[in-house]
């Protein structure tokens, strides 16, 4: 008997869906969160160099853009110039100046990440200290959770400039979230809907990917980027604040008094129009220069960062990248970041990326300069190399040239070391930059020279 009512029930229910639909309301489902939806995703390392590009955020908060920055470290190995505190404990301070700076702005959604402060020049130190898997699964989680239209990030590379390692850090990991959030088998586990009422795992995140993605250089020649994104005047003056986009950029800096006490006093002594001849002389009010790393909306080299960009998701797009160049059977070749970043452009499709040529670096006066080599041998046999160093008068070789065997069908690290000189570096006037060259022959033939530009400097790596 009970057996047969189920089936008629069923069977009524079959026949008369509409009649079931009727007597049940469909409810909506979550759907994502829209108070965290950016137009923009600024990736930074250190919190102030946000500063780096707020001259070009104000101008786009004034369109209407929403805008979202992470901060890749705390800024804990900063020196502070306002109070005793050190380390872990500036870190904590620095993270508040920054969101302070940003809250001048209007902007609140602002995420620190877990990478430590690394004082090094190498954005493979960087990238190692941070714990750049760790890193690069955060940063995932926030493009999927932002769903960023565009990201604004630091140049990855190699260059004359302040290109601190952490700089290049935030670039490398930018970048390769810009490919990673849109691919659904890229840490799955972000995008599993919820098994359980109260999911303690599973984050129900969907993939997205990102439009656009442009860098800001962090170097000195301004030459190698010309022309190869668009260029925003900081002496354009906003329509809601009065003043220009570079007088709001200094305006927002004046939180972070742990990395500028002294700057900072002197502007809070000033009058109004003493402060906006520090804007221009200063070069706050400096054109802000974009590089154009991808897009996958179209739109034109120089053309303004969100043409070609209008709403809702588009597929993931996965970069077509082109094969490893070939070897020379006996080659000597830079290693460490700069062979690094020769794969990078190549496998991330951006091989339009300037790189200056011979590459280049600025280092702190007696520092030793390491220069990483590949050897490679794809000869059948064991070979002997030779290695010479040609370097500009006062510097001194420390270690790695002479002579050497590579077995057979064996790439080989080898490193060069040179003690940098002191430098006669005034206040107006840098020493230039010099060349240092490395010879490698094998058998009495030229298997390679390899050239470094080195700028030394006083100083370096300011944060
Ligand atoms: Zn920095």
Redesign the pocket.
């Given at each position: 008997m009970k057996r047969f009512s189920i089936q008629l029930a069923l069977t009524i229910s079959l026949c008369f869906p509409r009649l079931v639909s009727a007597a049940q309301e469909p409810k909506a489902l979550p759907q994502p969160d829209s108070r965290y939806k950016a137009d923009i995703l600024v990736v930074?390392?250190?919190p102030?160099?946000e500063a780096g590009a707020t001259s070009y955020l104000a101008r786009a908060l004034d369109e209407g853009k929403r805008v979202a920055v992470v901060f890749t470290t705390r800024?804990s190995d900063g020196a502070n110039s306002a109070s005793e505190e050190q380390a872990a404990a500036l870190g904590d301070i620095r993270d508040i100046e920054a969101r302070r700076a940003l809250a001048t702005f209007g902007i609140a959604n602002v995420w620190f990440m877990g990478g430590k402060d690394t004082p090094s020049q190498n954005v493979l130190q960087s990238l190692a200290n941070w714990g750049h898997g760790a890193c690069l699964e955060q940063l995932v989680r926030i493009v999927r959770l932002t769903r960023a239209e565009v990201i604004v990030t630091v140049l990855p590379g190699t260059f004359i400039g302040?290109d601190?390692g952490?700089?290049q850090a935030a670039g490398v990991l930018a970048t390769e979230a810009f490919e990673l959030a849109g691919d659904p088998t890229a840490f799955p586990e972000q995008l599993a809907g919820p098994t359980k009422r109260l999911e303690p795992f599973l984050e129900n995140l969907r993939p997205w990917q990102p439009k656009k993605i442009y860098y800001s250089p962090d170097a000195d020649r301004e030459d190698l980027f010309r022309g190869l994104g668009p260029s925003y005047s900081g002496k354009d003056v906003s329509r809601t604040t009065h003043k220009s986009y570079g007088r709001m950029a200094l305006e927002g800096f004046r939180t972070h008094e742990t990395q500028a006490k002294g700057y900072l006093d002197r502007i809070a002594g000033m009058e109004d129009a003493q402060i906006q001849k520090l804007a221009e002389s200063d070069g706050w009010e400096g054109a802000q220069q974009f590089v154009r790393g991808k897009s996958l909306v179209g739109g034109s080299v120089t053309g303004d960062i969100f043409e070609g960009v209008t709403v809702g998701a588009i597929p993931f797009a996965r970069t077509e990248t082109l094969p490893e160049p070939a070897h020379v059977e006996l080659s000597v070749e830079l290693g460490g970041p700069w062979s690094f970043y020769a794969d990078f452009r190549r496998l991330h499709g951006l091989t339009h990326l300037p790189h200056p040529e011979p590459p280049e670096i600025a280092l702190q006066e007696h520092s030793t300069i390491v220069i990483p080599l590949w050897v490679r041998n794809g000869t059948a046999k064991t070979q002997e190399i030779s290695l010479s160093a040609t370097l500009p008068t006062g510097w001194m070789l420390q270690s790695g040239t002479g002579k050497f065997t590579v077995a057979a069908k064996q790439v080989a690290a080898a490193r060069i070391e040179i003690m940098l000189p002191a430098v006669a570096e005034t206040e107006t006037m840098k020493a230039e930059p010099q060349e240092v060259s490395v010879h490698a022959e094998s058998n009495g033939q030229t298997i390679g020279d390899v050239k470094l530009r080195v700028e030394v400097r006083k100083r370096t790596l300011?944060?």
């Open positions: 930074v390392a250190h102030d160099d800024g302040e601190h952490d700089h300011p944060q």
